[in-house]
């Protein structure tokens, strides 16, 4: 699978510009640093979401345990790199995404996670399947919990990879 070159079967929706500056400071003022703002209803089986993600938001590296589950991410604004990992941690590539209408698109079952490298970043990202939130991800047991004391280290470690 190709995860740079492929082609959105959708049209991005819209955002305004109230939008924008409200759920930036969604995400800034948020435990998590993060923000979703979830275009699809409960239940559908095509997943829309804006993430509005500050630069100190800490992803823990997890997948999404089924082939189908392919997420497509479309940079709106801001910039962030994508990495991926193998089944013990290891880091197998690293995306950089700095230009307002990359793509990348991340296979399920890897092992995953990305680091915003602007002070906010807007990701417009898409997934098929109904959302259940006991089985949409797997975490590893390699990569702390994003709550844990041992989490802002690896944050930074993650931070610094080339």
């Known amino acids: 699978m190709d995860k740079l070159n492929f082609t959105f079967h959708y049209k991005i929706p819209d955002l305004k510009p109230n939008e924008i ?31 509005f993600i500050s630069e100190e938001s800490y992803m823990q590296p997890h997948l999404h345990p089924d082939i189908k589950m392919i997420e497509k991410m479309h940079l ?10 193998n089944d013990s941690g290891k880091v197998n590539e690293i995306f950089n995404l700095d230009k307002p209408g990359q793509k990348i698109q991340v296979p399920g079952n890897v092992w995953h996670t990305y680091i915003m490298t602007s002070k906010l970043s807007i990701i417009f990202e898409t997934m098929n399947g109904v959302y259940d939130p006991k089985t949409w991800k797997k975490m590893p047991d390699w990569a702390p919990e ?16 080339k």
């Open 146 to 161: 994003e709550d844990s004391v041992e989490a802002t280290a690896y944050f930074k470690k993650l931070k610094y990879i």
């Open 76 to 85: 709106i604004s801001g910039s962030f790199k994508l990495i991926l990992f």
């Open 21 to 51: 500056k409200n759920y930036s400071k969604e995400a800034i003022d948020s435990k998590r640093k993060r923000f979703p703002y979830i275009i699809h209803k409960k239940g559908d089986d095509f997943n829309q979401v804006f993430n």
